[in-house]
């Protein structure tokens, strides 16, 4: 319900040599705290029980076992990245009175459903925000600039404002220049995060958006939207335009795109894995999804009837619902990702 709403990104036959771009090893440490922003595919648990679906069940039936606001069976990219680098994943900053010893990994400021701009009014924090809530935990001492400078930052943002723009009544024809105005705002973000101290910076591409279930769903499950994806490339060259320029201001390279459209499509595209087994046999069709329209993964009904239908091995399945990975699509997405961070984040 939350992913990336709508979501538009490249087409499929576009293709970039590697995951990130503007990887050139900056500082020769390892990350000592991971810090996270933006929306489903990076929240660990922020977004209010009340407010989303990430609660109830099915979600977190793999990992932890019981819903814990992670948009997924289980880990997300979020956890990968964290585990990555010999780190617990951080604590939520809805969490964070749970306990001191839980800030030493860092925070996740991260929320579902939200973006650069607002997208549900004001019920969710949108980035902007997200940094605030940060900033004012520096201005209390609770991080100090040193804490930043020595960790890694993570920045997603997959497609909610498109969404929230469409929603609105937005032209598909007012797209291209709504989609520099995210970008713009991404890059007043990342220069504002950059200041605080940050020095390793990883922001997300947008996935194909096009080839997210809600998406394929009028295909049933067999064909990606290429008018979508058109779409997303786009945002995804502003994205590499907006990083170079910012990169070459500094003369070194603190931010790296994590190429999430690129490690989809291969994903998706490559149905076996390295041994040949079939890993995620029809790639495009959710585990779990509503029985009719108006009702998704988690719904029930005024008795409390679950109207969702759910497969019956996750771990084999790619998609968990209608626009989220499941555990094991974020774990072989990271799979293609891991040459690109041991560049980035670990020691040369």
């Not at 990245?81 to 964070?96: C, D, E, I, Q, R």
């Not at 979508?228 to 786009?234: D, P, Q």
Request: some cysteine.
């Amino acid at each position: 319900m939350f992913a990336g709403y709508l979501c538009v990104q490249g087409s499929s036959h576009h293709r970039h040599q590697h995951h990130f771009h503007d990887s050139r090893q900056v500082y020769g440490f390892r990350p000592t705290k991971l810090f996270v922003f933006g929306d489903s595919y990076a929240d660990t648990g922020n977004i209010r029980k009340s407010f989303a679906d990430s609660w109830k069940e099915p979600y977190g039936s793999t990992f932890p076992g019981k819903p814990a606001g992670r948009f997924s069976d289980g880990r997300i990219l979020t956890d990968y990245l964290a585990k990555f680098l010999g780190l617990k994943s951080p604590v939520t900053y809805t969490w964070m009175n749970l306990g001191k010893q839980k800030w030493l990994n860092g925070m996740n400021f991260a929320y579902g459903g939200s973006g650069v701009f607002n997208t549900f009014g004001d019920l969710l924090p949108n980035m902007s925000t997200q940094i605030d809530f940060f900033e004012k935990l520096m201005n209390d001492s609770v991080y100090t600039k040193w804490d930043l400078q020595s960790s890694a930052v993570l920045v997603s943002l997959t497609g909610n404002d498109y969404g929230t723009y469409l929603a609105n009544g937005g032209a598909f024809q007012g797209l291209a220049s709504f989609i520099s105005k995210v970008i713009n705002q991404l890059e007043v973000n990342l220069k504002r995060v950059r200041r605080l101290g940050a020095r390793k910076i990883v922001v997300t591409s947008l996935p194909p958006l096009g080839c997210l279930p809600r998406s394929t769903e009028t295909s049933s499950f067999k064909k990606c939207n290429i008018t979508e994806n058109i779409a997303v490339s786009y945002h995804n060259l502003l994205l590499q335009q907006a990083v170079a320029k910012l990169n070459n201001k500094t003369g070194n390279s603190t931010i790296s795109i994590v190429d999430l459209f690129r490690s989809f499509t291969t994903v998706i595209e490559q149905k076996q894995d390295y041994l040949g087994n079939l890993k995620f046999e029809t790639p495009l069709k959710p585990c779990c999804i509503g029985k009719s329209d108006g009702y998704f993964c988690g719904s029930v009904d005024d008795k409390g009837a679950k109207m969702y239908t759910l497969c019956h091995d996750p771990k084999s399945v790619f998609f968990w619902d209608s626009s989220h990975p499941t555990e094991a699509g974020w774990q072989a997405m990271f799979t293609t990702l891991k040459p690109s961070f041991d560049r980035i984040l670990k020691y040369q």
